[in-house]
């Protein structure tokens, strides 16, 4: 007796073949190609744009932050741990007179220096001479600051010059001001030759220097400084403790590396008898930093990515159904000709396969174009994360696979009757 | 005697309704090899019924159908497509030419399930082409050719993997005159080739060119007198 078949090896649709009729069916449409890649393309190029863009920004934001923070250690005085002053009065600040040189002895410190807000009287007057056509203000931090403060507070100064150690030494009432300050006592920067003065609660303030910003500690807009020596003299010791925002704080600024190991000598260095009175804090980590900030924003991005992606899963469906339905009769006639349902399946999912990996590459180099461009006009450093950039073409494959899945499915239980009688 | 190509035994296809339809009651025919029937009958008469059976289209209710010796009524689906690719060729009323493909492209697509080489498909799909007359006409798309050569096509398709068995259907039906008697001249041709040729028309014209004329009306197949010799 025969083999099933007349004793002929069963029909065979080889890869090769199956991804040559996918790439034939492709480039005979190329119009309707393109518009069945469209959701894929969009897709897949929003989502390695929204990802790389994402980086890029927070790469930028985290480049920001790092070079600061990476480099600045703060130290606190909490206070003795018997106090022993007077009633009414404070105990000696945590840190000795020769605190900046100290820590300048540190390996790795660029500048450091003690530094507190000055606790003044409620409604505390600051004025100009009488000359100056200035109002009064009693919104402005008074800041006492050791000359290695100043320094470590990298001042961009409008004019004048920094606080010296000389006035510091010789605790002079010298002062300086930030500009917006100055201008609402009526200090403008040209008159400093002239050494105008700054009345606090009577007590008279030549100011030497105005600032426009600074990179640490002085955060605020209305900010005076005055030496550590000369605030000691007129207002006492600042009150110590955690928590007060009153107490002597040392800022130290660091090379880039050094913070972690600073931080850690710093306190017996300073106070070698009572080490534990200082509170170290050192920078967070910039890794952590930016791993905060990154996966914030990327959780909501790739969310809207996705939803590109299932769109474009949707138009491919949709498209490649609606092909199955309009290729009924070339169904029917490659059934007629030898073809098994499992080939028919095959050669609309190579096709949607295909049309997905292409819109997934197309998209992949539009989302990159995209990214680098903009990074490029910013100036930034362009960020694609490999994990996300090098895959996104598969993610073209996959949708394209997912939505061809039912239109191939439906495609191979064509009968072949059905399939000509409606050709 | 020539041995049977085609054999039918009580071969038999009933649409399920309500109400059920008989399209083909029992029936019983052999077709000799280098045979050339002609299966005369009016609309609705079961003649696409009997080819879509005859071309392993579609599945009989009762009996069974004899291909070159082998039952074919109770194969899976597997081995039917195994027979329709390689030992029967089928050419449809409308042509069913890939509109985007070139006439070799479309010949080509015969060849693409039965495991023929690469290297020889295309030597293969010219030769059929050159066979019907259309050697010059390799490259031209369905819509660039006329009605007779699409057909001619069709033709080629059908024989490029040697059949046993070639089927048409109304193969003169979208055809005008002129094209329709190049056509059967060609049909003449194969089958003086040695080619088995069963051809469903209900026009007389086609149905003279046959060597043996099997009637069927209401689903009744009936030999007609005189013409039979296989």
């Known amino acids: 007796m025969a083999r099933p078949g007349g004793g002929l090896p069963p029909p065979r649709l080889t890869v090769r073949d199956a991804a040559a009729e996918a790439v034939a069916g492709i480039v005979q449409r190329p119009g309707r190609a393109g518009l069945t890649m469209l959701g894929t393309v969009l897709g897949v190029g929003a989502f390695v744009a929204i990802l790389g863009l994402t980086a890029t920004g927070a790469g930028q934001i985290s480049r920001q932050f790092s070079v600061l923070q990476d480099t600045t250690v703060t130290v606190a005085d909490n206070g003795p741990a018997n106090d022993v002053a007077q009633p009414g009065t404070y105990p000696a600040i945590g ?28 409604g505390t007057n600051f004025s100009a001479s009488q000359a100056l056509s200035g109002v009064t203000s009693q919104t402005v931090d008074l800041l006492a600051a050791s000359p290695g403060a100043v320094k470590t507070m990298d001042l961009t100064m409008v004019a004048g010059s920094r606080l010296s150690a000389y006035e510091n030494d010789t605790a002079q009432h010298v002062a300086m001001l930030d500009s917006t300050t100055a201008s609402t006592l009526g200090i403008s920067p040209s008159r400093l030759a002239s050494h105008p003065a700054v009345f ?55 090379k880039t590396g050094a913070a972690q190991e600073v931080a850690r000598e710093i306190a017996p260095a300073e106070l070698p008898t009572d080490p534990k009175r200082l509170v170290v804090t050192p920078p967070q980590s910039p890794l952590k930093l930016q791993g905060e900030v990154n996966g914030d924003l990327a959780g909501l991005f790739l969310i809207l990515a996705l939803i590109s992606l299932l769109i474009g899963a949707v138009g491919i469906g949709n498209t490649t159904l609606v092909a199955v339905l309009e290729r009924t009769g070339e ?18 999912l190579a096709e949607s396969t ?66 000509l009688r409606y050709a | 005697m020539t041995a049977p190509v085609i054999e039918l035994r009580g071969l038999a296809r009933t649409y399920p309704g309500p109400p059920p339809v008989h399209a083909l009651r029992p029936a019983d025919l052999v077709i000799g090899a280098g045979d050339y029937v002609a299966v005369t009958g009016p609309s609705g008469s079961g003649k696409s019924t009997l080819l879509h059976l005859l071309g392993l289209l579609d599945t009989p209710t009762a009996g069974s159908y004899l291909l070159d010796g082998l039952d074919t009524s109770t194969l899976p689906d597997r081995d039917r497509s195994t027979l329709r690719g390689r030992r029967i060729g089928v050419v449809f009323q409308a042509f069913h030419l890939l509109a985007y493909r070139t006439a070799l492209e479309n010949v080509l697509l015969a060849e693409l399930y039965n495991r023929t080489p690469r290297s020889t498909r295309v030597q293969a799909s010219v030769d059929a082409l050159r066979a ?11 819509t660039r050719l006329s009605g007779g050569e699409c057909q001619r096509v069709a033709i080629a398709r059908a024989l490029v993997n040697r059949p046993s068995l070639l089927l048409c259907d109304e193969p003169t039906g979208n055809l005008d005159s002129r094209n329709a008697a190049a056509l059967m001249a060609l049909l003449d041709q194969l089958n003086s080739g040695g080619f088995t040729i069963v051809v469903i028309t209900h026009d007389t014209k086609v149905a003279a060119h046959a060597t043996r004329t099997v009637a069927i ?14």
């Open chain 1, 354 to 419: 295909a049309l997905g990996t292409l819109g997934g590459l197309i998209g992949t180099c539009i989302g990159v174009g995209i990214v680098v461009i903009f990074a490029a006009s910013k100036n930034w450093t362009a960020v694609l994360n490999p994990v996300y950039t090098l895959p996104a073409p598969l993610i073209g494959t996959v949708v394209g696979l997912l939505a061809g899945a039912y239109p191939a499915l439906r495609a191979a239980r064509t009968s072949p009757l059905e399939a």
């Open chain 1, 95 to 122: 840190f000795p007179s020769d605190a900046d040189a100290i820590a300048d002895h540190i390996n790795g410190v660029v500048a450091a220096g003690v530094w507190w807000p000055v606790a003044l009287p409620e």
């Open chain 2, 217 to 230: 009306s209401d689903g009744i197949l009936s030999e007609q007198a005189g013409t039979g010799h296989g």
């Open chain 1, 200 to 254: 606090v609660n009577g007590i008279a303030y030549t100011i030497v220097g105005v600032y426009s910003s600074a990179q640490r500690v002085v955060s605020s807009s209305t900010g005076m400084l005055i030496p550590e020596k000369t605030a000691l003299a007129d207002y006492g010791h600042p009150e110590p403790g955690i928590g007060t925002y009153e107490e002597a704080q040392m800022v130290i600024a660091t």
């Open chain 2, 132 to 142: 019907v007359g259309l050697g010059h006409r390799l490259d031209a798309v369905p």
């Open chain 1, 331 to 348: 169904i029917g006639v490659r059934r007629s000709v030898g073809a098994r349902p499992r080939h028919i399946a095959a050669q609309f």
